[in-house]
């Protein structure tokens, strides 16, 4: 199987490597070959965390600049800055409520503006989805299903050779008990609202 | 039961590398597991820590490498496997015990594992710690997959008995990092039980004892060698003339290279897992039936310049390269194209890299750098110190934990690091010759891990600092793990004696010692006035739980603040604090409340009293 490689970029704290072990265990399940390596060294500080997930044939646990075929941004601006790990055929999905960072607070940059910045992305890539997944969160029940959210979007597009029922599997495994009637919905909430504009 | 203990072998489990290396040595029957943490090695030992509340495994969050290494070192004399844990620059502080104990050896089996970190994810540098296997003479195994960084730390137990010398199980950060599906392998049953059979011509390494040693050791790097000659860790795959030799990670990309090129046919690789002592039969026959040879190896030039040294011996002249300007670098890690674009490049096959847009038009992204949280109590420091040191020309040698970001502007406290521990020893130094006023900080874990020695050097040698114990009751930078301060009642692990900061500084010698409260701003910047007037060697203790760990204990208590109507946009709360709870709504100072943990600092210092704990149903 040619191999799929997926980015995955998210504010610490928005539950980026969580969605990351739902897909790894959902491949485990599809019996589709996974690896994949994250960096979270600062996590709980506010930094940016980046997981990369390959699919299929490959050794490698990590992605190259331009070598995604997906990326999932759980936040707007992190899809512009991430913009180098794509080619003019990746499929970007991205969070539509921005988290500006601190930075923007002490007047240290200004958040850019989101409308020109992801009529870029669009042109430069092979295709945007956006949608608002703190907000389906929230419709959800947990402002904290953001990640099952964009994973229902990310299924909706087929490029990852994962169904969606092994994808439900994974997420009553490895999400609390205590939180997995939300995750479902707010899966199939991101499943629905997916469409490439 | 916890997950690495599942007795289910052939049974497919998705593992962090860290899991799989815990995993590895729980199979080889580990006693004994020792460490001080550091990423990327922390949640290997995590693993062990939750695993010895519910096995006969002993662990310990050791005070430093160092003690970690002889704590280990003395469980596998006694004759229990044993395993030390601990990041790349921790083997500079156990070094003088592991070159040592090379020459002491083993009875059960020893692991020494040493997590790298190329590209300086989370270090201070970036250090090749292949070369302490050279430097040693220590046997270095190294995994190329997360799955066999399991089977690796597992076989490493047994080869270390064999040659009755401690093994160095080397990885990088993109296996400690990674995932991937690990079958599990049979558990083999802990043997707990030691004993110390006395020979102290064998053990006590005066020099008479110590030159049989070395012979002894040089015999065993001999034996050393004949197995890694015929490691399966060290082999060859394909048939063609090109030559790739490589290691680790490295290993991964040559391979997915050699598929994206469609260069099977041409090119042959030899992957070295077992890479001290270097198998030089191995390597000279590899080299003698290719025409050239490329060495893919992150870091130094380790293999390189050993491979080229065999060709030597064995007349060979092919050419052989691997670092160099068209080539590899000796900095940060590599990646798949990278190493598909010089394999390609080296051999001469043709390859087109994938175009990338053009971004020179994309938007400026403000950065989003790792933050102080939001209520942190180092924040409250490096304000009342900075307000403690107006009018003084002050130099801050800072260390290692989560307050080294406190060097970044607007706090700006940081101005010297190297390593842990170096606050202490460098503002020693500082006092005598920098001309201005000594400040140091250090957390609590680092102060128990190395501090302490450059505290006494001040004390005794009449040093001029004020060295800031930045005591937040726990290590919170790797993850909040125990250190000798912390009380393990709050944790369920009864049994243990936590040291008193205070008492001990006083002990030592110190004149003035003060313990502050962070957050009672105006009474710590009174105290820590004093200190800073102090002529001499004065410490300052500011006690106070970080806050995530408080939290994680259920122990936050306070209210979230909010910004009231009176505020006039000073801004002096972001300017000077640069809490992260912070935003600007509408031009006005808004409190995020789900971030807030009521610390209270901002409100003590808003020039107009704007800023006060939110109302809550109940205060109705």
């Known amino acids: 199987m040619k191999p799929k490689r997926l980015i995955i970029v998210a504010v610490g704290g928005q539950g980026n490597l969580l969605a990351s072990r739902i897909l790894g265990e959902a491949a485990l399940l599809s019996g589709v070959p996974v690896r994949m390596s994250e960096i979270h060294g600062m996590a709980q500080r506010g930094g940016v965390v980046e997981s990369a997930i390959i699919f299929g044939e490959a050794q490698s646990t990590i992605i190259s600049d331009g070598e995604a075929d997906v990326l999932v941004s759980f936040e707007p601006s992190e899809a512009m800055r991430a913009m180098n790990r794509c080619n003019s055929q990746t499929m970007v999905i991205t969070n539509l409520s921005p988290l500006p960072p601190f930075t923007t607070t002490i007047g240290r940059g200004v958040y850019p503006d989101l409308n020109s910045g992801l009529s870029l992305i669009r042109k430069k890539t092979g295709g945007l989805i956006t949608l608002d997944a703190t907000d389906l969160a929230l419709k959800a029940g947990n402002v904290m299903a953001v990640n099952t959210v964009l994973l229902g979007a990310l299924i909706r597009t087929g490029i990852l050779p994962l169904s969606a029922e092994n994808v439900r599997n994974a997420i009553r495994t490895r999400t609390k008990k205590a939180t997995v009637e939300v995750n479902l919905k707010a899966f199939e909430l991101g499943y629905e609202a997916a469409q490439i504009v | ?620």
Do not use: W
């Open chain 2, 1 to 620: 039961m916890h997950k690495l203990l599942t007795d289910q072998p052939g049974k497919e489990m998705l593992m962090l590398g860290n899991e799989a290396i815990a995993r590895g040595a729980i199979e080889a029957g580990l006693a004994c597991a020792t460490t001080y943490p550091g990423t990327p090695s922390s949640e290997i030992s995590l693993n062990f820590f939750q695993i010895s509340k519910e096995s006969a495994l002993y662990f310990e969050y050791s005070t430093n490498e160092k003690t970690a290494l002889e704590v280990a070192a003395a469980a596998a004399n006694c004759g229990v496997r044993s395993m030390c844990v601990m990041k790349h620059v921790g083997v500079n502080v156990a070094a003088d015990t592991l070159m040592t104990l090379a020459y002491v050896g083993v009875k059960a089996g020893l692991v020494i594992l040493t997590a790298d970190d190329p590209y300086m994810f989370s270090s201070q540098n970036e250090q090749d710690n292949r070369y302490y296997g050279k430097l040693s003479g220590l046997p270095i195994l190294e995994p190329s997959s997360v799955a066999e960084a399991r089977e690796i730390t597992a076989e490493a137990f047994a080869l270390s008995e064999m040659l009755q010398e401690p093994v160095i199980v080397r990885t990088t950060t993109r296996i400690n990092h990674s995932t991937a599906v690990v079958p599990l392998g049979p558990i083999q049953p802990p043997k707990t039980r030691g004993e110390f059979i006395r020979d102290p011509y064998q053990y006590v390494t005066v020099p008479a004892v110590s030159r049989r040693l070395h012979v002894k050791l040089l015999k065993n790097i001999e034996a050393a060698a004949a197995l890694s000659e015929k490691s399966t860790r060290n082999f060859i795959t394909g048939t063609g003339n090109l030559g790739i030799i490589c290691n680790g990670v490295s290993y991964n990309y040559v391979t997915d290279a050699i598929q994206d090129l469609q260069i099977m046919d041409k090119v042959s690789v030899l992957r070295m897992g077992f890479s001290h002592p270097i198998p030089a039969v191995l390597i000279k026959n590899f080299l003698s039936s290719k025409e050239m040879v490329l060495v893919v190896e992150e870091g130094e030039a380790y293999m390189e310049d050993a491979v080229k040294a065999l060709a030597q011996e064995a007349g060979l002249t092919l050419p052989i390269a691997g670092k160099g300007k068209t080539l590899f670098s000796r900095l940060g890690e590599f990646d798949p194209a990278m190493v598909r674009a010089v394999t390609a490049a080296y051999f001469d096959i043709p390859y087109e890299p994938k175009a990338v847009p053009d971004l020179t038009d994309m938007p400026e992204i403000p950065q989003r750098p790792p933050n102080l949280c939001a209520g942190c109590s180092h924040r409250a420091v490096f304000h009342a110190v900075k307000k403690a040191a107006e009018g003084l020309d002050v130099v801050y040698p800072t260390d290692i934990g989560c307050y080294t970001l406190g060097f970044l502007p607007p706090l700006s406290m940081g101005d010297f690091l190297i390593c842990m521990g170096s606050s202490s020893g460098t503002s020693g130094g500082f006092s005598r010759f920098a001309g201005k006023k000594v400040v140091a900080y250090i957390g609590d874990s680092t102060f128990f891990h190395s501090g302490i020695p450059g505290l006494i050097n001040g004390v005794f040698n009449n040093h001029d600092f004020t060295l800031i114990i930045l005591d937040n009751r726990t290590t919170a930078m790797t993850g909040h793990q125990p250190n000798p301060g912390v009380d393990m009642e709050e944790l369920n692990f009864p049994g243990y004696n936590p040291i008193d900061i205070e008492a001990l500084v006083k002990a030592l010698g110190v004149k003035h010692v003060a313990v502050i409260k962070p957050f009672n701003l105006k009474k710590s910047i009174a105290q820590l006035k004093e200190a800073l007037n102090f002529k001499g060697v004065s410490v300052v203790i500011a006690k106070e739980k970080c806050t995530l760990y408080a939290k994680s204990l259920k122990q936050l208590r306070g209210k979230p603040f909010y910004v009231s109507d009176r505020c006039k946009n000073h801004r002096d709360c972001i300017n000077e604090l640069a809490c992260p709870a912070f935003y600007i709504a509408d031009n006005q100072v808004r409190i995020n409340p789900t971030l807030c943990v009521g610390c209270s600092v901002c409100a003590q210092i808003c020039p107009e009293h704007a800023i006060s704990p939110l109302k809550t149903k109940e205060d109705q």
